[in-house]
């Protein structure tokens, strides 16, 4: 009996929808580990069908496409090694997440999810099925065991495959970026290693989805937690994992161990990814944005080019005679570090003929917000007006502090068709400017060095909508309004919560108010890349017409 496996592992970005285009994939991954001599080659969770498919995957015609297509991987792939991989499964009325097993020119095996995940991003109970608990599935000389994402964070099913049979473990996953994700993984797979005393390979997808970002950082370990192999992050990559026999059984040779960044860059690498998939998977080459001169669109320029490159991105400054001369500068600052094309669009003749048209209905009545607004919805037709000319998607530049208490115009500097920094607060949106004035990856399509002036990042903010104004006019200080909204909007926290960290209970009550009353901007609101588990969208559901407050 040989005393070696070889694994090809598989971690690529599949697309929702592209069953060809995934099966493609799936085919040179193949093909890699055919020619390296692989007795097996992996690939994630649900890979036919692109992850998280959602309510496609509960179509009919949906899951009789994806069927044919992996019945012609199966012929495609019968003269080598077997081919593992994810996708729907049908079995009379019931509708699994499968894990196939493909030997020759067929379906020779099958898992399925038995552990249905029902919350944050997920909504599986609703749309599978539960698997039953099974067992292993014979590749060559070995039994492995593949217990589906979810699966591996309980006990039972590694616990059923160890007592079936498995000699190792093999998890393919379809597992989103949020801030320290890897470690909570690890520290999953280390307790189902302990557990079972064999080695485990994790297997997981990269690519964005939506507001989801999938972050591969695919690892292998050994009996005893050792780290054997760590594969990239944020990085497509096949790699090939070997196992060899032992007097105490299956054991990972140590191979690739890859680093991670730290936070700062994965988030930042997460903004560029899913801003850069989305476009390439809508269709979408080029994209605009409104060029203020603050700190907020001058980090999604900086993201757009780096997710684009600077020939793709169109920045536009919209000035009103509230625009300062220092953003003038500002803006024309940053986009000519960035090297994309910047429009400059007066909004003042505009704005004129809009308030003469409303003068009638408006006279008597002072001047206010109705006012300010018109210039941030004139700013958002005139972009739109642009987008459909151009055929650019319109990217919209809200942070999460703003995006959380609706200090945003609903049709206006809220239009857009994606929002890259959804998810990050205004504090960490100053310290993201500096992480990338003073960085530079192989990934980013932009220029090095500093592509936002100090001026931006350290100057007041405001939204220029009238003369002397700043947020904080409205809104108390970013710090405490952060640590507040993460408080309330993160950890689902309470009024008693925030006076507890030290903040006045009738400020807190107001941040609390804010949120609430803004969810139906929210509701209406572009999507966003996701970096925490308090992402708007899927994570936080709340209705839009609710009037309870916390008592406390």
């Known amino acids: 009996m040989s005393d070696r496996f070889r694994i090809t592992l598989g971690q690529l970005n599949p697309t929702v929808g592209d069953l060809t285009g995934n099966a493609a994939l799936a085919r040179k991954a193949w093909e890699a580990g055919r020619d390296a001599g692989a007795d097996l080659v992996a690939l994630p969770e649900m890979f036919i069908t692109g992850y998280n498919a959602q309510d496609l995957v509960m179509r009919r015609a949906f899951q009789l496409d994806a069927a044919r297509v992996v019945e012609e991987l199966a012929v495609a792939c019968s003269d080598g090694p077997a081919l593992a991989v994810g996708a729907p499964w049908v079995e009379g009325t019931?509708?699994?997440?499968?894990?196939?097993?493909?030997?020759?020119?067929?379906?020779?095996s099958q898992m399925l999810k038995h552990h249905l995940p029902n919350e944050t991003v997920f909504d599986e109970v609703?749309?599978?099925?539960?698997?039953?608990?099974?067992?292993?599935?014979?590749?060559?000389?070995?039994?492995?065991?593949?217990?589906?994402?979810?699966?591996?964070?309980?006990?039972?099913?590694?616990?059923m495959l160890v007592e079936t049979g498995a000699e190792f473990l093999l998890v393919p996953n379809g597992s989103p970026y949020y801030r320290g994700k890897f470690d909570t993984r690890l520290n999953h797979m280390v307790a189902r290693v302990v557990e079972t005393e064999l080695p485990l390979i994790y297997l997981n997808m990269v690519g964005g989805q939506d507001?989801?970002?999938?972050?591969?950082?695919?690892?292998?370990?050994?009996?005893?937690?050792?780290l054997a192999v760590q594969m990239p992050v944020l990085e497509e990559a096949i790699t090939h994992v070997d196992l060899e026999r032992t007097d105490a059984g299956w054991r990972v040779v140590p191979g690739e161990r890859a680093p991670h960044p730290d936070a700062w860059e994965q988030d930042y690498h997460v903004m560029v990814q899913s801003l850069r998939d989305y476009c390439a998977k809508?269709?979408?080459?080029?994209?605009l944005l409104g060029l203020s001169g603050g700190v907020d669109s001058a980090i999604v320029a900086a993201i757009a080019v780096d997710a684009l490159g600077a020939q793709n991105v169109r920045c536009v400054m919209l000035p009103s005679e509230y625009t300062s001369r220092e953003s003038l500068e500002d803006a024309e600052a940053v986009a000519k570090a960035l090297g994309c094309r910047y429009d400059n669009v007066p909004?003042?003749?505009?704005?004129?003929?809009?308030?003469?048209?409303?003068?009638?209905?408006?006279?008597?009545?002072?001047?206010?917000?109705?006012?300010?607004?018109?210039?941030?919805?004139?700013?958002?037709l005139l972009l739109m007006a642009m987008s459909n000319k151009f055929g650019e998607m319109l990217l919209t530049t809200g942070n999460k502090s703003e995006v959380a208490v609706g200090y945003a115009t609903i049709y206006g500097d809220m239009a857009g068709g994606y929002n890259p920094i959804k998810d990050l607060y205004k504090t960490r949106v100053f310290e993201t400017c500096r992480w990338r004035n003073a960085n530079h990856r192989s990934w980013m399509k932009g220029p090095e060095g500093a592509v936002m002036p100090a001026r931006v990042i350290d100057k007041p903010p405001s939204a220029e909508l009238r003369a002397d104004q700043r947020d904080s006019d409205s809104l108390p200080d970013y710090p405490d309004l952060d640590a507040m909204l993460e408080i309330l909007v993160d950890r689902a926290g309470s009024i008693e919560d925030c006076v507890a960290a030290g903040f006045l209970r009738d400020v807190a009550k107001k941040v609390e108010h804010l949120v609430y009353i803004s969810e139906y901007k929210r509701f209406q609101s572009a999507p966003g890349a996701r970096l925490t588990k308090g992402a708007f969208w899927l994570d936080r559901r709340y209705p839009i017409v609710n009037r309870w407050r916390d008592p406390s």
Do not use: M
Request: negative net charge; proline residues 6%.
């Open 94 to 108: 019931k509708l699994y997440n499968g894990y196939l097993i493909l030997k020759g020119g067929k379906v020779a």
């Open 347 to 380: 909004i003042t003749q505009g704005r004129a003929a809009i308030t003469d048209t409303l003068a009638p209905l408006f006279e008597g009545l002072e001047p206010g917000l109705a006012e300010e607004n018109i210039q941030s919805r004139l700013r958002g």
């Open 211 to 226: 507001d989801q970002v999938f972050d591969g950082g695919s690892f292998a370990l050994n009996p005893g937690g050792e």
């Open 126 to 159: 609703r749309i599978f099925d539960s698997g039953p608990l099974g067992g292993p599935y014979s590749v060559g000389n070995a039994r492995i065991g593949s217990p589906i994402c979810e699966d591996a964070w309980h006990e039972d099913v590694a616990e």
């Open 282 to 287: 809508t269709g979408f080459g080029k994209v």
